[in-house]
């Protein structure tokens, strides 16, 4: 079966602090995605990266990092750096490759950036 | 531009009034899907489309279906809405400008009163 767990229900920062937000998945598939997106108060759910099973290089973009590690089943992601603005719910999710794709999410993760 | 586009962004409705969602969208995918989400919970899938062909999730309750008329446009209906049926319910694709990534509409936000 799959799963993903995202440990941290709430973390809560001071500016300027870096922050990581963790995730950890399951799937015996050998072809999978992972993402993150971003729930921001407004509800909309913003896409922030996909990264596919085969493709283990960390990227970055801005101040937003993500490292995948399929040794540990880890997709964890790195604000540096944080600004009130990043204050939001953000979840991973997991998916199968395939037509009839699933996402499988992670509970999220309350992210509150205090000035 | 908006590629998943949902209407209307709140709605209010009263316990047991019929009430309808919709929601189009751009990229011209074949796959649509809805969500409920309540409050501090993950997204919950209710059912997609793979084309015309309707997949339904096991638990979701028979107080919900949807109709797709074309591949643009897909509704949510809720014949009879309860009070736990209140949240936001995302409409999402998959397509263009990134392929095997799944976009969502801005969420249709629902309290039943």
């Known amino acids: 079966a799959q799963k993903v767990t995202q440990a941290q229900t709430e973390i809560s920062v001071v500016e300027k602090e870096d922050v990581t937000l963790d995730c950890v998945y399951e799937t015996r598939d050998t072809t999978y995605y992972l993402f993150w997106y971003k729930q921001p108060p407004s509800g909309e759910l913003v896409f922030l990266i996909r990264?596919?099973?085969?493709d283990e290089q960390n990227e970055i973009s801005g101040r937003y990092s993500w490292n995948f590690q399929k040794s540990t089943s880890s997709f964890n992601f790195t604000i540096t750096a944080s600004q009130v603005v990043d204050s939001a719910v953000y979840f991973c999710a997991l998916s199968n490759a395939g037509n009839n794709r699933k996402l499988i999410w992670g509970l999220g993760t309350s992210l509150a950036v205090n000035p | 531009d908006a590629m998943v586009i949902q209407n209307p962004r709140y709605q209010v409705t009263q316990f047991g009034k019929p009430v309808t969602l919709s929601c189009s969208q751009t990229l011209n995918h074949n796959v649509m899907y809805w969500y409920q989400q309540k409050s501090s919970q993950a997204p919950k899938l209710l059912f997609h489309y793979y084309d015309k062909d309707f997949n339904n999730e096991a638990d979701t309750p028979d107080n919900f279906q949807s109709r797709r008329p074309n591949t643009s446009f897909c509704f949510l209906d809720i014949r009879s809405p309860g009070l736990g049926d209140t949240a936001m319910y995302l409409c999402?694709?998959?397509?263009?400008?990134?392929?095997?990534?799944?976009?969502f509409g801005p969420g249709t936000r629902l309290t039943v009163l």
């Open positions: 990264r596919n099973s085969f």
């Open positions: 999402a694709t998959w397509g263009a400008p990134r392929t095997d990534t799944q976009y």
